[in-house]
């Protein structure tokens, strides 16, 4: 056997999964660096570093003393618990029976035979475990708050998918991603920075909204792609639950309401507002673009170019609104 057509370590050939678990034909191997790229989801990772770079932008701007070492361990938190979600997801999937042949997302590498769901979830309690090693140090800077926060990330990020009721297969998947990938990652990272100022903090809570709405909109679009093959494995996601036609009214809330709260952002404060938030408006036409493009085509492939933009949407409003609030 030729170096490239060897099994990677914890891989099993195609030909020994049960049927009802292939997604494709059998497919020809990866080099190991090219299936771990496809486990970890790049293209989502950006949803985990937007807004601990808002949450400490917002604290900068406000005066905060900058901590470039508490700054760098969140944002490493933020990661490794992202890829660890997306691993978890891979291996959870797979052994639920529910990435199933005809399913138009992206390909999974456990689906596909390339890593077994067992080196998938030792990989999980890898990056688990650096992300709580990091939460120490995070702890020492800010405390009980950071304490909470984190310990609720780490348990989210395995209920996401673990257990006999994973928040993926509910309903709740949305709220989830709002909570966590905006409110606690924005609020968490600008208390690192800034602590108690003697007086309740809004702006941060109101631009973890503002980023967090948009990135369950991603959610949104991959339940809204993979709805009928959803319904078929039993998952009940908000897409499932409320049809097509809602859910594309519910994307357009959560695309757009967030340009509320960045307007709420520039004309609130102290010394007349943060007026440089009114340069995340920069990013509404592309926001506008994909709410009137989500309904325009029949559900296909289509559909992972827009999850793709719709990330990109996210993560440049909050860039936008970070550079905007340090001008």
């Known amino acids: ?21 292939r997604t494709t034909a059998p497919l020809p191997p990866l ?4 299936v771990w790229a496809l486990a970890i989801r790049p293209r989502t990772l950006s949803l985990a570093v937007t807004p601990v770079l808002l949450g400490t932008a917002l604290a900068w701007a ?8 508490a700054f760098a361990a969140a944002l490493a938190c ?36 390339w890593v077994s769901a067992g080196v998938l979830k030792r990989a999980t309690f890898a990056c688990l475990g650096a992300a709580l090693a990091l939460g120490v140090f995070l702890v020492e800077r800010g405390g009980w708050p950071i ?6 990330s780490l348990g989210a990020a395995w209920a996401y998918s673990g257990g006999p009721r994973p928040i993926s297969h509910s309903a709740w998947g949305e709220v989830f991603v709002l909570l966590f990938f ?5 609020a968490g990272s600008h208390w690192l920075q800034a602590g108690w100022t003697g007086q309740l903090a809004l702006a941060p809570w109101l631009a973890g909204a503002v980023v ?49 709260g960045v307007v709420a952002l520039a004309v609130t404060g102290e010394n007349g507002g ?25 559900p296909g492939v289509w559909l992972n170019t827009h999850l793709a933009a719709t990330a990109k949407a996210c993560s440049l409003l909050g860039l936008l609104l970070a550079v905007g609030v340090m001008l």
């Open 1 to 21: 056997m030729t170096p490239d057509a060897r099994p990677l370590g914890g891989l099993h050939p195609m030909s020994s999964l049960p049927e009802a678990r």
């Open 31 to 34: 080099p190991a660096w090219r």
């Open 62 to 69: 406000d005066g905060a003393a900058r901590d470039w070492w």
């Open 78 to 113: 933020a990661l490794l618990i992202q890829i660890a979600t997306n691993l978890h997801n891979d291996a959870a999937d797979f052994e639920r029976g529910t990435d199933v042949e005809g399913r138009i997302g992206p390909l999974r590498v456990a689906a596909a035979g």
């Open 147 to 152: 304490l909470l926060a984190g310990l609720a």
């Open 182 to 186: 905006g409110l606690v990652a924005v």
């Open 212 to 260: 967090g709405l948009p990135a369950a909109a991603v959610l949104l679009v991959n339940n809204y792609r993979d709805l009928e093959g959803d319904c078929r494995a039993g998952r009940r996601t908000l897409v499932a639950r409320l049809g097509r036609e809602r859910a594309r009214a519910i994307y357009a809330l959560l695309m757009l309401l967030p340009y509320l």
């Open 274 to 298: 943060r007026p440089g938030a009114w340069l995340a408006l920069l990013a509404l036409p592309l926001a506008l673009k994909l709410v009137r493009s989500l309904g325009a085509q029949p």
